[in-house]
């Protein structure tokens, strides 16, 4: 671990190094407090930080493109010295000639801008409507259940448990796969393929060794899921694939590419953010013992502590988007084709905007106001899925659970990348 008292620059977070990635909020109140955006040239993007900014740019599909959401590296050069590396390798040029790895790689939801947006947001809305995540609270319940036990028998055996290996990563890639309808696949398959295929977002310089998996779990995935399209076309079943398969709108389907690119897009968002959203509620009440206690007495304080972490700990820390035309921000003029990194970890912590923003508190009144779904046309589809999955995930926990504090042995590792924000592992013990 890195020492505690050590400063650190918007360079060592987007070099990745850990201790600016376990803590970058210092980094980001140093930027609110200038003059609220910077240019990297690493990064290859102006940074935003302050909340009216970020959310006008989110708001604005006029001047603000959303084509390249995670950056103008992560999709082009960054890749690039791995790629030509790997095509030495007689079998890895196989790969790279797979008609597979083309597939899915198109405009859609995340990265995509109107009048796309739109039309695909239409066809996939029903999927997430409250009704259908309503309906989905009996098997959440279950594989959460499910779960606990396990837990349970980890802390009866040896006295603590990684609450991140046996909980947080299993329930929302089990509640993903179980809406997909592919619950019977191998979990840990798609646990593989969502790591490898996020691995650019956040880490604009990768190794070889992670290009290569990258590329390996692409191809595997798109292989997959284009086998699976074919059959819910042809056999439609009640799930979230047959809804992308056949999805149709005034007689206007999804494309295989499209219908492709939302399924790496749900298989990815639909497992990784829920995780790191449930494990820092988890982080959260483990350490500080009278706010779980307080949460214990009154379960309905657990709605506004989900909001209150999705603010305090944004499981993605910002997007980016590219203007579209010269533009103004801050009182810094921005030409057209620019890319801005929205920060929605710096936003959700602007003392203009959240009163006491380094503190906790499950009744702050604006809390609905963060910018941790987005905001404007670009709000996460799926944000009523992983409020229901936290919900019920930290219900069952303080109901089944012991009061619990952090294990002594703990090492706060968080994933290597500068947007996507989660610890690798977290150890809990009981009190007793």
């Keep these: 671990m890195s020492n505690e008292s050590e400063t650190f620059v918007i360079d060592d977070l987007i070099h990745r190094r850990q201790g600016a990635i376990a803590c970058p909020y210092p980094i980001f109140a140093g930027l609110r407090e200038t003059d609220g955006l910077v240019f990297n040239a690493d990064l290859g993007a102006w940074i935003i930080t302050r909340y009216d900014d970020v959310r006008s740019i989110l708001r604005d599909t006029e001047r603000f493109s959303s084509l390249n959401p995670t ?12 790629i030509m590396e790997l095509m030495q390798d007689p079998e890895m040029a196989a790969v790279l000639d797979s008609s597979a790895m083309s597939r899915g790689r198109v405009a859609v939801l995340l990265n995509a801008d109107p009048p796309d947006h739109r039309r695909q947001r239409k066809l996939v809305n029903p999927a997430f409507r409250p009704d259908r995540i309503r309906a989905m609270e009996p098997a959440i319940t279950e594989v959460a259940t499910r779960l606990l036990i396990d837990v349970q028998a980890d802390l009866a055996k040896t006295g603590q448990v990684n609450i991140v ?13 179980l809406a997909l309808g592919v619950v019977g696949e191998d979990l840990a398959t798609f646990k593989r393929w969502s790591n490898d295929i996020v691995m650019p977002v956040g880490n604009h310089s990768p190794s070889t060794e992670q290009v290569k998996g990258f590329l390996l779990s692409t191809k595997q995935f798109a292989e997959y899921f284009l086998a699976q399209i074919a059959q819910r076309q042809a056999v439609p ?18 494309t295989d590419d499209e219908q492709l690119g939302m399924l790496q897009q749900f298989l990815v968002a639909g497992n990784e953010t829920t995780t790191n959203l449930i494990t820092n509620m988890i982080r959260c009440l483990a350490q500080d ?8 007495r009154e379960p309905a304080l657990i709605d506004g502590l989900i909001e209150e972490m999705l603010r305090f700990e944004a499981p993605v820390g910002g997007l980016f988007r590219q203007t579209k035309v010269d533009v103004e921000i801050a009182g810094t003029s921005i030409p057209a084709g620019d890319h801005l990194w929205l920060v ?13 923003p380094d503190q906790v508190d499950p009744e702050r009144l604006n ?7 987005g905001n404007g046309e670009h709000f996460c589809p799926g944000a009523g899925l992983a409020r229901s ?13 012991e009061p619990f504090s952090l294990a002594a042995d703990n090492d706060f590792h968080y994933g290597d990348s500068f947007v996507l924000r989660g610890l690798t592992g977290l150890n809990i013990s009981t009190w007793g």
């Design 165 to 177: 290996e046996r909980f947080t990563v299993g329930l929302p890639m089990t509640i993903i796969a």
């Design 344 to 356: 929605f970890a710096s936003a959700n912590r602007d003392g203009c905007k959240f009163a006491d």
């Design 71 to 82: 950056g103008p590296q992560a999709a082009g050069e960054a890749l690039m010295k791995g």
């Design 367 to 373: 809390v609905k106001e963060h910018l941790a779904f």
């Design 237 to 254: 079943t009640n799930d979230l694939l047959s809804d992308i398969a056949n999805a149709d709108i005034d007689g206007e389907k999804l």
């Design 289 to 296: 013992s009278e706010l779980q206690e307080r949460v214990r």
């Design 389 to 401: 999955e936290a919900r019920i995930a930290i219900q069952l926990i303080l109901e089944t659970l």
